[in-house]
Every structure is written in C-alpha cells, then in structure tokens.
T-cell receptor, first 113, second 112 residues
Framework: NAGVTQTPKFQVLKTGQSMTLQCAQD?????MSWYRQDPGMGLRLIHY???????DQGEVPNGYNVSRSTTEDFPLRLLSAAPSQTSVYFC????????????FGNGTRLTVT | GDSVTQMEGPVTLSEEAFLTINCTYT??????LFWYVQYPGEGLQLLLK?????DKGSNKGFEATYRKETTSFHLEKGSVQVSDSAVYFC???????????FGAGTRLFVKA
C-alpha cells in the first residue's frame, strides 16, 4: 500500500539548473497538489490538478511548472533554480470528494546553492 | 481570502501535562476543518477533522471542536506523551473542496 511516493528524498542544485520532482499515487485520487514548507510559513500551495489534463496555479506558482498526463503522476518542474526555492516540497492527493483530507508524500528536501 | 492562524511555538510541556494549541480561521461559507501532525522526517498525516459547526473531531486522545461563533478549532489533549512531540498544523478546506489552507504550524516538545 504505497500511497503517495515522492522522489528524490534530497536534492542539491546550483543556481540556474533545472530538475523535476516526481510524485505518484496509487489510490486513484483525482486531485493532486504540490506544497512547499518553509519555517514559520506553514505549507503554501504551488500548483494543483483536479484531474488528468487539468492544472491550475496556487499561491506561489512562479518558477514552477506542472503537468498531469495521467491520474497517477504529477511532476513538479523547476525551470531555473534559485536560492529562494530552497525548501521542503510535499506532494499530496485526495479523492476530491466533500470533506476529504489530503494524503501526503514524505517530502523532497531541496537546497539551491 | 481564506486563512488560518494558529499559536506560535514552540510549546514545551512535561509528560502528562494538558495541551491546548489555539487555531482560528477566516473563511467564506462552511469549510471543513482539520488538524494534521508531522513527525520528524515525514509528511503530514491527518490527526482529526470536523465538517460542520459543533462537530467534535477526536483521535489518539486529541480533540477539537468546530466553533463557528468564535471561528475556532482549538486542539486539546488531556495528558501528553513524549511520543506526541511533533509539528501540528491546523487547516481548512474551502467550500469548493479543492484547496486546503494551512496555518504556520506549532512545534510541540514533550519532556519525560
């Protein structure tokens, strides 16, 4: 019973490099989202998707791209990494039905130097 | 817009002490309210939830009551254990059902 799987667990990038954070869920959830967690700021929504082929911006989308070609996968792309993107990134999914809580992956700790 | 405010931490308690973590919210409509817990090195997991006014969510000895009149959802536990040391997040799910808004989190340390 894998739930939400994120890879990699840790990553160090140099400024200007690009990379993709992977997220997969095996619960057939329609809704998936990416959050970043920074000290004292809680979790802030980056992008979300309400189904395959549909994505939308959250609170802090700049510098990130997403796509949703399948129900299972929701990768997050950093186009040109900046030190301000140093954070812990969480992927989450939910059926999207009323009152459903989020199911989280274990996170990716990203450092941009 | 919708928002969640929770008390700043860290909160440090001795084992068997009473815990309260305050949470208030601002939202249009009738959101669902949640408490999530994050143990070191892990993602968040649901602790409890309440979906309408006066509902009480409970789990593992923790409780919280949805108070619409005071827009609050305070987390309580009568006797904390060392294993309760974690970060606790209050959150709301807006009426549309797609966006969960989180508070800043409160770190709890419980000493033996």
């Amino acid at each position: 019973n894998a739930g939400v799987t994120q890879t990699p667990k840790f990553q160090v990038l140099k400024t200007g490099q690009s990379m993709t954070l992977q997220c997969a869920q095996d619960m057939n959830h329609e809704y998936m989202s990416w959050y970043r967690q920074d000290p004292g700021m809680g979790l802030r929504l980056i992008h979300y998707s309400v189904g395959a082929g549909i994505t939308d911006q959250g609170e802090v989308p700049n510098g990130y791209n997403v796509s949703r070609s399948t129900t299972e996968d929701f990768p997050l792309r950093l186009l040109s990494a900046a030190p301000s993107q140093t954070s812990v990134y969480f992927c989450a999914s939910t059926p999207g039905t009323a009152n459903s809580p989020l199911h989280f992956g274990n996170g990716t700790r990203l450092t941009v130097t | 817009g919708d928002s969640v405010t929770q008390m700043e931490g860290p909160v440090t308690l001795s084992e068997e002490a009473f815990l309260t973590i305050n949470c208030t919210y601002t939202a249009t409509g009738y959101p669902s309210l949640f408490w999530y817990v994050q143990y070191p090195g892990e993602g968040l997991q649901l602790l409890l939830k309440a979906t309408k006014a006066d509902d009480k969510g409970s789990n593992k000895g923790f409780e919280a009551t949805y108070r619409k009149e005071t827009t609050s959802f305070h987390l309580e536990k009568g006797s904390v254990q060392v294993s309760d040391s974690a970060v606790y997040f209050c959150a709301l799910l807006n009426t549309g059902g797609f966006k969960t808004i989180f508070g800043a989190g409160t770190r709890l340390f419980v000493k033996a």
